[in-house]
């Protein structure tokens, strides 16, 4: 097997798509926690955190 045919077989990484969903849930938890209190009328903070590079 050539070298082409070898690399087009190898299975795609799938580690950026994976980390990204992650990401996704874990922002839409924190949203709906803070839904949840609001709707409860519960005081709370939110905490920002920017990263300038």
């Given amino acids: ?3 082409e ?3 087009m077989n ?3 990484d ?3 798509s994976i ?3 992650r990401f996704r849930l874990e922002l839409l938890w924190g949203i709906s926690k803070i839904i ?3 709707k409860a009328n519960n ?3 939110i905490i920002l955190i920017l ?3």
């Fill in 51 to 53: 990263n300038v590079i």
């Fill in 36 to 38: 949840d209190e609001h």
């Fill in 1 to 3: 097997m050539d070298k």
């Fill in 14 to 16: 799938l580690s950026g």
């Fill in 10 to 12: 190898l299975p795609k």
């Fill in 19 to 21: 980390a990204k969903n």
């Fill in 5 to 7: 045919k070898y690399y």
């Fill in 43 to 45: 005081e709370y903070t």
